[in-house]
Every structure is written in structure tokens, then in C-alpha cells.
């Protein structure tokens, strides 16, 4: 895997969701969330996300659940343009696992990670205040 998510800050303790006993994640990669309560790796733009691993899952150790951050400041990386304080959502593929952008105006739900603490350009890293579930770029 690559282009982990960092975490800054912690404003909750961590979720514990179910997870494949034979799947790797690792610490700091973005999950999507399937039902019931059951995260794994996010491969697609705007999926609807569990939140990002705060520890490793290692396959096939017998272990079926992974601790799952929902509320915090990690530092990750764009994918294209975003500006301070826009939603951003997953736009991870398996060429770019981890990426965010800048959520669509018709993104809501468990598909927006959270805001943009700093403006990013494509492939840089940048602060977000990761708030799965928290309010997009919907136009009124």
C-alpha cells in the first residue's frame, strides 16, 4: 500500500469495525464501509467510507476486526485542486490508494471523509478534519 493517511489529532477513540480475516490493511488507509459495520480498503471515487485504520491488520492472523478512526485531523494526499475548507471524498483507485478530492456537489452521506483544513495542487499532502458523514459542498 501507499500514500497512508497521517494521523495529527485524535478526537475520538477509534471504532472497531469488522474486517476479512484473510485482508491486510494497513495503518493509515482509507476504508470504505459495507454492510453490516464491516470496513474494507476503499478502490473507488466517493465510496462511502468507514474512516481511516489507526492500527495494522495483518492477513490470515485469526483477527476479523480493525480499529477505525472517524473523527480527527490527518494529514493525506489530493488528487487534483482542493481549496481550504471544501468536503473532500475518496477518489482512491489502485493506482492512487488513499487519495481524496474535492467532494461533488451531489456527495453526502458516509461519502464525505470530511474538510479541507488547507488549500492542496494535485499529488501534494494537506490537512483535513476527517468528520465521516459531515456536511458537503451542496449548492441551496
Same mark, same amino acid.
Given at each position: 500500500?501507499?500514500?497512508? *493517511?497521517?494521523?495529527?489529532?485524535?478526537?475520538?477513540?477509534?471504532?472497531?469495525?469488522? &474486517?476479512?480475516?484473510?485482508?491486510?490493511?494497513?495503518?493509515?488507509? #482509507? &476504508?470504505?464501509?459495507?454492510?453490516?459495520?464491516? /470496513?474494507? #480498503?476503499? /478502490?473507488?471515487?466517493?465510496?462511502?467510507?468507514?474512516?481511516?485504520?489507526?492500527?495494522?491488520?495483518?492477513?490470515?492472523?485469526?483477527?476479523?476486526?480493525? *480499529?477505525? &478512526?472517524?473523527?480527527?485531523?490527518?494529514?493525506?494526499?489530493? +488528487?487534483?485542486?482542493?481549496?481550504?475548507? %471544501?468536503?473532500?471524498? +475518496?477518489? /482512491?483507485?489502485?493506482?492512487?490508494?488513499?487519495?481524496?478530492? %474535492?467532494?461533488?456537489?451531489?456527495?453526502?452521506?458516509? *461519502?464525505?471523509?470530511?474538510?479541507?483544513?488547507?488549500?492542496? /495542487? *494535485?499529488?501534494?499532502?494537506?490537512?483535513?478534519?476527517? +468528520?465521516?458523514?459531515?456536511?458537503?459542498? %451542496?449548492? +441551496?
Amino acid at each position: 500500500m501507499a500514500n497512508e *493517511a497521517t494521523l495529527l489529532v485524535s478526537l475520538e477513540p477509534p471504532i472497531n469495525f469488522t &474486517c476479512a480475516d484473510g485482508t491486510g490493511i494497513e495503518k493509515g488507509a #482509507l &476504508c470504505k464501509m459495507t454492510d453490516p459495520m464491516t /470496513a474494507a #480498503l476503499s /478502490a473507488a471515487v466517493n465510496d462511502m467510507l468507514a474512516g481511516i485504520v489507526v492500527s495494522e491488520k495483518i492477513a490470515n492472523n485469526g483477527i476479523t476486526k480493525v *480499529a477505525v &478512526c472517524r473523527r480527527g485531523v490527518f494529514k493525506m494526499y489530493a +488528487s487534483g485542486a482542493i481549496a481550504v475548507g %471544501q468536503a473532500v471524498s +475518496s477518489a /482512491a483507485d489502485a493506482n492512487f490508494p488513499n487519495y481524496v478530492k %474535492q467532494a461533488g456537489v451531489t456527495i453526502s452521506g458516509a *461519502a464525505v471523509l470530511g474538510h479541507a483544513l488547507e488549500t492542496a /495542487a *494535485a499529488g501534494e499532502t494537506f490537512r483535513v478534519f476527517v +468528520s465521516v458523514g459531515a456536511g458537503g459542498n %451542496q449548492i +441551496s
